[in-house]
């Protein structure tokens, strides 16, 4: 059964903000949301995770509702090299927890 | 963040021939990497578990004695592919898992396209 439920393709202008969600209903208490992107050809690339809290970084900020079933990731001002398929694995974070893939959201920056 | 390196990043090789891929984490130590596959337009998928000073741990439906995996030192873990045929073309992926107190990070290497003719 798939952890999170992402939408499967975005558009953003260049620019603007990009808020992709994700849904994570079944979350347990012990389970971060991790944030990974894939450009075209690349490995994928970490980019935030949290656990209750929001957080922040240099390259995006990370919103998890306060019952945890739902986060948005943010890219505060995309560019054309944000473009990518993203990501959203909810895992214990642990050495026994695996990265598992789902689909995730193709997000499209137009210019 | 941390950074991982593939070699190499391409191969193009003949069918029956094995091919070795190497993957290090250049900046921190890593008991545990992971070794993926990627097909095109589909996602990535989790091949095995490599942990430094004992066997890898296969994921179900990946034969092991195909896919060779060594992890002999804390920055290098290696997948050898043996015997390659066409089907085994494929983008192959590594990361390296890093411990922290707010759970654990993965950081993935560029990949390395394998072509087999």
């Known amino acids: 059964d798939a952890k999170t439920t992402q939408p499967p393709s975005m558009d953003c202008a260049e620019g603007r903000a990009a808020n992709l969600p994700c849904n994570h209903s079944t979350i347990s208490g012990n389970e971060y949301v991790y944030w990974y992107r894939q450009i075209h050809s690349q490995g994928p690339q970490y980019i935030i995770h949290g656990l209750k809290n929001n957080e922040t970084n240099e390259m995006a900020s990370l919103i998890i509702t306060e019952d945890r079933k739902s986060s948005t990731l943010i890219l505060p001002h995309a560019t054309l090299r944000d473009t990518a398929v993203y990501y959203c694995?909810?895992?214990?974070?642990?050495?026994?927890?695996?990265?598992?893939f789902g689909k995730g959201t193709r997000l499209h920056i137009l210019p | 963040g941390a950074v991982v390196s593939q070699h190499p990043s391409r191969v193009i090789c003949k069918s029956g021939t094995s091919v070795k891929i190497e993957c290090r984490s250049l900046d921190f130590q890593a008991t545990t990497m992971f070794w993926y596959r990627q097909f095109p337009k589909k996602s990535l998928m989790l091949m095995a578990t490599?942990?430094?000073?004992?066997?890898?741990?296969?994921e179900q439906g990946v034969e092991k004695d195909k896919f060779l995996i060594n992890h002999a030192s804390l920055t290098l873990s290696t997948l050898t592919v043996t015997s390659a045929h066409p089907e085994d073309s494929s983008f192959y992926i590594c990361?390296?898992?890093?411990?922290?107190?707010?759970?654990?990070?993965?950081?993935f290497g560029p990949g390395t396209r394998l072509t087999v003719l």
């Open positions: 990361s390296a898992r890093v411990s922290a107190g707010g759970g654990d990070t993965q950081y």
């Open positions: 490599s942990n430094e000073g004992s066997k890898a741990t296969y």
């Open positions: 694995i909810v895992r214990v974070g642990n050495r026994d927890d695996k990265i598992i």
